[in-house]
């Protein structure tokens, strides 16, 4: 981002023969304005009424002509907008005071014009001046009008009104206007046809202080795009330059204005009365919220006050002295704005598709340069493009292979090779556990370690000790293993009803009493995070825990049958 700047502000006083001297004095170097207000003797001896007042400001043009106005105010802010930093200029003030004239001038004489068309003028002059650069321009004119917005150049044939109203958008690139239309101009004239057609649509009315009074905010905004004619440059700039026309503030018991003009006068002012506000909070620097949505003039220009722009305020004033009033209020403003800081920027961009041909002209040279070096090193058989699904499923043969012991090692070609050959690893793991959790599924019923309710059951009925091992004498069905060697068998014994509690003890105490558990077997259990319990030929171990909930009150009893000799064991813990 770029480095913060304060608004500038100028004040511009119309011409007139009857110039208040005595109330209206400038500085020295015109950058500041003195007035001095007599007291008013109604109000009593003790009359506490402010008489004078210091504005500091960044110009004062008096009785300046448009070419000095345009070379003092706009021409800095036209000729970085091609550097690709936006700006806005302004004209604010009251009715009559001459901001129409000093944004668009005056048609009779060619010396008259204003700040727009001669902005036209410099932009497309100094596109001529950077051949190296193909630049478009784009001209919108937007009105507000009444609270409404309306596009002054949709009387044009190929674009027409629009079917739905006009609203304001936001995005992460700005504010964005949606359903005004946007023109290309390739050339300064058909700028000007524009500008015109624009001009010609416009509102205006007749009140006793101007005849020709705008009833509307008017929003004049130029677009540039510029791009490099080199082919190997993916960057290019874009800016936007507002040329911004309010309307004046009036005075309702000077104008006397009645039925509609009466109406547009009220939203004029309360527009420009938001407006300030707006400028109040951007000046307070322990503001956080900015009132941007109270009108549709803070709301467009949002990205213009206190953005990342070139912001110039010209203020147009009167020298009368029956209307030091406004002309009080209008510095006021201007005083104001010049709190306000800005941090222009320039708008760089990427084109994607000439990024896109760079990157794979820099990835062909670069694989040449590969190939130079394993050309050089004996390595001929190293192939950088992407693998195919012969090439994979030839590694996934070596990596098994290897797993079984059949290969000695893999030959390593290259880095895509290497990462290959870990993602085969993976995915014969993979495959070689949903295969043995198939196979005990298959053969075991499956009890979560954390499921201590199924876990508390099943130790109930005798099949698994404290420490997770199961648990019981063979009952001629099934059988239960323990930590017993494999050699040793269980002793006959005589056929006694024993109570859960002696036949845990008696278990402890004897050996025989359970089977071993093979080392591959108990390698393969330990893998899973689940406890696995023998299927009983009389039921599921479902049904068994069912039963056991229902009957939780009564000792179990151990089946009375012969004990059978031990198996090799075929339940895992």
């Given at each position: 981002m770029g480095t913060r700047k304060k608004v500038q502000a100028f004040v511009r006083v119309r011409p007139t023969d009857d110039f208040a001297h005595?109330?209206?004095?400038?500085?020295?170097?015109?950058?500041?304005?003195?007035?001095?207000?007599?007291?008013?003797?109604r109000r009593g001896v003790v009359n506490n009424q402010q008489t004078d007042w210091s504005f500091k400001l960044d110009g004062v043009l008096h009785n300046a002509s448009q070419d000095l106005v345009y070379e003092t105010v706009a021409k800095d802010a036209v000729s970085q907008a091609l550097d690709g930093y936006n700006g806005t200029i302004m004209c604010y003030g009251q009715t009559g005071a001459g901001k129409t004239y000093t944004m668009t001038g005056a048609t009779e004489n060619y010396k008259h014009r204003g700040i727009l068309p001669r902005a036209l003028q410099q932009v497309f002059r100094m596109i001529e001046e950077r051949p190296t650069h193909a630049i478009t321009v784009r001209v919108s004119y937007l009105e507000i009008y009444n609270e409404n917005l309306f596009d002054l150049l949709s009387t044009l044939p190929y674009v027409g009104p629009s079917v739905t109203p006009m609203t304001i958008v936001e995005n992460p690139q700005g504010i964005f206007i949606k359903g005004l239309s946007v023109h290309l101009t390739s050339q300064e004239e058909d700028?000007?046809?524009?500008?015109?057609?624009?001009?010609?649509?416009r509102i205006i009315a007749s009140h006793t202080m101007n005849k020709n009074s705008s009833r509307s905010h008017c929003i004049f905004t130029i677009y540039m795009e510029a791009h490099s004619r080199t082919l190997s440059d993916e960057k290019y700039i874009t800016s936007k330059i507002n040329l911004v026309d309010l309307a004046g503030?009036?005075?309702?018991?000077?104008?006397?204005?009645?039925?509609r003009v009466l109406k547009e006068a009220t939203y004029i002012n309360k527009s420009l009365s938001f407006l300030e506000q707006a400028i109040i909070?951007?000046?307070?620097?322990?503001?956080?919220?900015?009132?941007?949505?109270?009108?549709?003039?803070t709301h467009a220009l949002k990205d213009s006050l206190g953005g990342n722009c070139n912001m110039v305020l010209l203020t147009n004033i009167y020298g009368e002295a029956a209307q030091l009033d406004e002309t009080l209020s209008s510095l006021r403003f201007a005083s104001r704005m010049k709190l306000v800081t800005t941090e222009p920027a320039i708008n760089e961009k990427y084109d994607?598709?000439?990024?896109?041909?760079n990157l794979e002209k820099e990835l062909a040279l670069l694989k040449q340069e590969l190939a130079i070096h394993d050309s050089l090193s004996n390595r001929t058989l190293v192939n950088y493009d992407p693998m195919d699904e012969i090439q994979i499923a030839e590694i996934n043969s070596q990596v098994r292979r290897y797993l079984e012991g059949t290969l000695d090692e893999i030959d390593i070609i290259n880095l895509r090779q290497i990462q290959e050959v870990f993602n085969q690893f993976r995915v014969v793991l993979s495959q070689q556990e949903q295969e043995v959790e198939s196979a005990l599924r298959r053969k075991y019923t499956l009890i979560d370690k954390n499921d201590f309710a199924a876990i508390s059951a099943v130790q109930k009925v005798e099949l698994m000790d404290i420490e997770g091992n199961l648990v019981g004498e063979p009952d001629g069905q099934s059988f239960g293993l323990g930590v017993a060697p494999f050699s040793v068998k269980p002793g006959k014994k005589p056929k006694t009803k024993k109570t859960p509690k002696d036949q845990v003890s008696s278990s402890a105490r004897k050996e025989g009493a359970s089977s071993p558990v093979s080392g591959k077997d108990f390698d393969v259990a330990s893998i899973s995070k689940t406890q696995l319990i023998p299927s009983?030929?009389?039921?599921?171990?479902?049904?068994?825990l069912a039963r056991e909930r229902e009957t939780s009150s009564i000792e179990p009893l151990i089946s009375d049958s012969p004990k059978e000799e031990l198996r090799a064991p075929s339940t895992i813990i």
């Open positions: 005595e109330m209206i004095k400038y500085g020295e170097d015109n950058k500041s304005i003195d007035i001095h207000l007599k007291k008013d003797t700028a000007f046809s524009l500008l015109f057609e624009g001009e010609t649509n503030s009036e005075r309702l018991s000077k104008t006397g204005s009645e039925g909070a951007l000046g307070d620097q322990n503001r956080d919220h900015v009132p941007f949505r109270q009108s549709k003039l994607a598709e000439r990024m896109v041909k009983s030929k009389d039921g599921d171990l479902k049904d068994m």
